[in-house]
């Protein structure tokens, strides 16, 4: 974690910047799941595409620094940042709806605050002084939100975790209750998203869990100007009516978010139906600039016709049940699919599945095989079988970090004779460590926030199927991995038709590798999904679907072929 520029004290006593940045503070009521990740981003981008310049993060209030030492059955994906931040899923919601790039201020957890301030005591910094929840804590989680105001910043939004009524997300509350008092209330709004059900048996909507949750607000000290009601069905007069007298909210600021048909991406579509950014703008005292949506709804138009012909991508990973382990890969595949003008069909298989069964009972009839990224061994062998499958079937594969190292375990294996190569991850005293730890791994001791992360440069090799999709020989990527390809094993595995043609500037660290032959075959150490945007696919997703779209049907051409062969120059 890369400490504070400057003191909590500093921060607070910084003069507003002259043009005055704006803050809207979202909080979530009676249950979780709603949306306010997407609710944030959605209005993102809405204020976005209105020429306001936006900023969006969000605090989280558990006990973690960041989710990075997570399990993603508990948190789903670790979104990673430019620059190097393990961060909430959220992000990659904002990053996507915005095209905005967050960076390690954009997520604060109560244990990072924590942190900073038990640090200060450690330091002297209180001056003998008790330090305390308020007003220590909460100046220091003030100072997280001002962190984001800049010069070139209208308006921050800051998206605060949890559910109204836990009891851990009370200091963010009362942090931002001060907050609004300090800035008044043209400066900073609140907008609370709550959910109206509709009970089947009564066959009615029910508002009263929502008036239940803005009085909890309310004991807190604060009454939100907006509430953005998520409902199966749509808001009638009476609920309205309701909502805004027992919440104290103006009634033409109730608003509806209905549950959208297709995709994630109709919901800016579906506030920007009932103008929300328009009063956001107008209660904010800015004015109200032309709102820019044609490229967005043009993108959710294709998406929700689809495209000329179906193509099935197979995503074998360890924590296929939960959607969110895997949240910007599909999205990825999505962006790609537009882009290529196909219609998307996500075949999940469990890596573990197809140790038990095959790689053929579960991958058969797909165009692409995707192996994501991963930790620990469960379902390595599954997923180095699905890696084998795609090679010899001349199936278009895509590799991702743990993904890519299960391709060159495949290859190291099946091609190159070297039968018990294995990554060191999971058999440290393998006699073939293809895969081994980075050098600057091995003096660490603590898992959070060291791996090698973040942007990092990659040099592509012309000619390859990387600069072809890039059609740059430079790129610079995210990671997030302690393994790498060794290089010990570079040319054997060159001679045998695996070659690394994405390097770090000094050569040394294997970024890309590619195999020979009439099948798209990419793997890369990095994570290309937390780049890609609906509007701009990224380019190894784009070219992998696309190649996935081209498969002829009948027998595939096949890599095997040179598979086959004898293995050359094995000895390293
Ligand atoms: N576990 C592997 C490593 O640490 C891969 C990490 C990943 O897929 N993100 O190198």
Redesign the pocket.
Known sequence: MRPSRETVKDLLAMPLPPHETRHLFITGGVVSSLGKGITSASIALLLKQRRYRVRIQKLDPYLNVDPGTMSPYQHGEVYVTEDGAETDLDLGHYERFTGIDCSQESNYTTGRIYSSVIARERRGDYLGKTVQVIPHITDEIKAAIRSMDSDDVDIVITEIGGTVGDIESLPFLEAIRQFRHEVGPQRALFIHLTLVPFIRAAGELKTKPSQQSVAVLREIGIIPDILICRSENPLADEHRDKLALFCNVERHLVFEELDVAHTIYEVPLELARQDVDKYIIELLGLHVNDIDLEAWCDFVNRLIEGGDREVEIAVVGKYIKLRDAYKSIYEALTHAAVANNVTLKVRSVEAQDVEDRSAEALLAGVDGILV?????YRGIEGKIAAVRYARENGIPFLG??????CAVIDFARNVCGLRNAN?A?FDEKTPEPV?HL?EAQKRILNMGGT??LGNWTCRIRPGSRAAAAYGLDETHER??????FNNKYRDAFAANGMHATGLSPDGHLVEIVEIDGPAWFVAC?F?PEFKSRPLAAHPLFRDFVAASAERPPGRPVSNAEQALEQPKNVSV
């Open positions: 994501p990224g991963g930790f620990g991702i970090c743990l993904g890519m190292q990554s991850e895969i980075m791996m090698r990671h997030r991995h302690r393994y790498e150490q994570h």
